[in-house]
């Protein structure tokens, strides 16, 4: 089976697209590499890039990505809307097909250590986070670029790769092993916020719902409809139809109904899985015997 | 978008797999081919295979194979329980992926073009065929082997390609393009073999039920179930969700639940999509957001 992990970098530039596209480059002529998304953001001075492949090509593409970000990127000039701590801000990897969690793991941390040899401290997030307290981004990133030099005297801020010593241009990088998100929004044929709102409540983690379930409920103006918008964080253990059945029964107490849904973005093969078992009645199905995933062989 | 095109060829050898091996030995040669599927069967001497592939590598393998087999099968000596009518007997091209019903007939007119310019007659059938009584392969087939030296006299039938005259030693050949079929299974909570026989004829076609669906009750000895057991033959005009809600509804007449459902073998997957919209309600997925379907770009 061909294995495929999904990367996305972000880096602290935005605006200077000529520097994005030297960036890209760099990725774009590692064979094997498909590149899904580029968005680049003025506001935020910041771009992520969206990529696949077989594990070694994904990490060569996104260490030639690194290296040449680094040449390009000062961010002792950078400003801009989005949290950020370096000129390689951020790097997830995400397992996708054939990948498990631990090989994908040992591919950020290759990664982690190449950038520590560049002189960049790096902290490991995530199912590649070293200690609890590094676990997730907005820990890590606190304070940002601007508190980084004071952090890195903190013996509880040692990086996990490269110096504790403060690289002003560079700042530091984060990178990590996370389960792909799934977008997933469901319509309500009411006007009553507060019934979306109720209803996220009841779903999401923080208020005692699914576990790997983040909800809001939002109006959707001049629709007569409202939404319960939703990042479901792992879909195997939490997965899509379970939610949108509880959403369902949640709202026919209100006697409201589900006028629809929405994914959005990229959704992992995987995360259909469950929705054709569920509601097929469908046992003994395997995605293998989609027929075109012999082409992914 | 990368186009895929599945291959279904039937020979007329189940028997030595020495010559089954040399022949299969032309598909395998072709770059960018790929073998889902081998069956050889000594009762009715008949090999299928399944392959897929762009449009113009599964052109050439299935060229390459038939003038193998054309050298290494004689129709003379040919026995077996299995209809049959010539060495390569039927050859079904089915649109997987990006590919257009007419795109595939052109490929099928250009594989019964260099067969018949081989020496061998050859039908068109299914979205290929030149005339309606020839649209469906038992009919072309009819009186088998044995009647071709007969048939081929009547200018009734004369072959849409090759020569008028009978061949030995080839038979004839029978080409064109269907689209894939789905065999899916619902089994009921029940040992009543009439409900699964009542609610079969209320699905399908032939009684007054759906124009694309071919169905079955049967038992299911020892589990306590009852079968209806379909081929779904366009599943884009008579999606599964339809089919299984109907019969969902059909058994509740009768008391009688849904235990689960079978999907047999390969599935292709845009007879997946209908059934995430359906269950979802998610009106505007497009497969192209499943990631793994970049990897088929």
Redesign the interface.
């Known amino acids: 089976m061909?294995k495929?992990l999904?990367c996305e970098p972000n880096i602290s530039e935005g605006r200077q697209l000529d520097i994005v596209e030297q960036i890209l480059e760099q990725i774009r002529r590692v064979d094997g590499i498909?590149i899904?998304d580029i968005n680049s953001d003025g506001d935020h001075n910041r771009s992520v890039f969206t990529y696949?492949g077989e594990p070694e090509p994904a990490l060569k593409a996104t260490k030639a990505m690194a290296a040449k970000a680094f040449e390009l990127i000062d961010m002792t000039k950078h400003q801009g809307s989005h949290p950020r701590m370096g000129a390689v801000d951020v790097v997830p990897f995400i397992p996708?097909?054939g990948v498990q969690t631990e090989d994908a793991v040992e591919i950020a941390r290759r990664f982690g250590k190449f950038v520590g040899d560049l002189g960049v401290p790096v902290y490991y997030y995530e199912d590649a986070a070293t200690r609890p307290e590094r676990a997730t981004l907005p820990k890590i990133r606190k304070g940002q670029y601007e508190a980084l030099e004071e952090k890195l005297k903190d013996p509880a801020w040692t990086p996990d790769e490269g110096p504790a010593t403060f690289n002003p241009k560079a700042g530091a990088m984060v990178t990590g092993v996370r389960f792909?998100l799934v977008a997933f929004n469901v319509n309500l044929h009411t006007t009553d916020l507060s019934i979306a709102d109720r209803i996220a409540r009841a779903v999401r983690h923080i208020n005692g719902g699914y576990r790997y379930v983040r909800a809001i409920g939002l109006e959707l103006e001049g629709t007569g409809m409202v939404q319960v918008s939703m990042n479901l964080v792992n879909y195997a253990k939490t997965p899509?139809?379970r939610v949108?059945e509880t959403i369902r029964s949640e709202a026919t107490r209100y006697g409201v109904n589900?006028?629809?849904?929405?994914?959005i973005?990229?959704?992992?093969?995987g995360a259909?899985e469950e929705?054709?078992k569920?509601?097929?009645?469908?046992?003994?199905?395997s995605m293998e015997?989609?027929?075109?995933?012999?082409?992914?062989?």
Chains 1, 2 share one sequence.
């Open positions: 061909r495929v999904l498909k899904l696949l996708v097909r792909p899509i139809p949108l589900v006028a629809g849904t929405e994914l973005g990229p959704v992992p093969l259909l929705v054709l569920h509601y097929l009645q469908v046992h003994d199905f015997q989609i027929i075109e995933t012999a082409l992914l062989d």
